[in-house]
């Protein structure tokens, strides 16, 4: 996943900085959509467009408060370190590329921002694919499971399929979005994962020997 998603961030990142011709696809699908809006469906997509922002600030905080309640420090350093560091990420990623939003004659929103790569789209891979991650274990049947993966790729698709529609954004600023998400996600959860591994591993090696001393009997017996 670290290196599919790196390789594909790369491929975008160099058709972006070279004008190559992905950027034309972007002109291609941002004036055709910008052509097609329509009031009602506007709205739909100002509202989907919200969870992949302050819905996901309010929904990282109240599974950051579970977590500490129930003491799972360390799904709870996961967290921070997947959605803050990966805020960090998409903050130094616009910074670096300094890429200009569309501009349009009648805007449905208006950012002053760098729109490479999308931060809703990046974010959006990464906290909704965390939460994924996380509900695996306790959820019991595979259909289950393909529910929940289907439902979170859907809601992701969608976040980013809204900051196009409202004009924010190029395709190949949402294609990069998610594919720094899946980057910075799957290095994270492989970093604190080899950790608990090596710090399981470390412990079970501590606690061999007391276990066999306490199996031998003493001499003499």
Known sequence: MIVL???????????????????QV????SQF????????????????????????????LALAIALAWRHRWGDLILLVLAVGGGELVNLLLTWLFARLRPLW???LLTLTSSSFPSAHAMQ???FYGLLGYLAMPQIGTWRGRVRTVVAGVVLVLLIGFSR??????????????????????????????????????????DTAPARTRSSVPPTGE
Do not use: K
Request: hydrophobic share 50%; aromatic share 10%; glycine share 10%.
């Open 5 to 23: 998603g790196g390789w594909l961030f790369g491929g975008i990142a160099e058709d972006v900085v070279h004008h190559d011709p992905l950027v």
């Open 26 to 29: 972007d002109l291609a699908v």
């Open 33 to 60: 959509l910008h052509a097609h809006t329509e009031p009602l469906f506007t709205a739909t997509m100002r509202a989907i467009s919200l969870a992949g922002s302050t819905l996901l600030l309010v929904a990282s």
């Open 105 to 107: 004659p009648h805007p």
């Open 124 to 126: 959006s891979v990464i």
């Open 164 to 205: 196009l529609y409202l004009g924010v954004h190029y395709l190949s600023d949402i294609l990069a979005g998610y594919a720094a998400g899946v980057v910075w996600l799957a290095c994270t959860i492989t970093g604190v994962e080899t950790m608990r591994r090596y710090r399981w591993d470390h412990a079970q090696t």
